[in-house]
């Protein structure tokens, strides 16, 4: 499974705010109840990391309301090794 980096923005009306804190918390989904909130300064975004099979199955996961305004990026790790051959081929390709 891939990683996916869930932003859910919302309006930084106190009331709209807190609403879309209780639409998460309400759902009982482990994902979004533990959601990290910048909200307290300023930044009013929910972040959620998930494990989904491609983009369209990360979004399910989000309220309805919410995904068509979420930016979802799928993560990756590289290793030391790759991107050094990485460098490499387009230094090559470069001459």
């Given at each position: 499974?891939?990683?996916f980096f869930i932003e859910v923005p919302h309006e930084a009306d106190t009331?709209?705010?807190a609403h879309a804190v209780r639409i998460f918390l309400e759902t009982g989904s482990h994902?979004?109840?533990n959601a990290d909130w910048g909200?307290?300064?300023g930044e009013h975004k929910a972040w959620i990391t998930v494990e989904a099979e491609?983009?369209?199955e990360a979004q399910?996961?989000?309220p309805s309301a919410y995904r068509s305004r979420a930016k979802i990026v799928?993560?990756?790790k590289f290793a030391m090794a790759e991107i050094e051959e990485l460098i490499r081929?387009?230094?090559r390709s470069a001459a």
């Open positions: 499974m891939a990683r009331i709209v705010c994902f979004l109840t909200c307290s300064d491609n983009k369209q399910r996961i989000l799928q993560l990756n081929h387009h230094q």
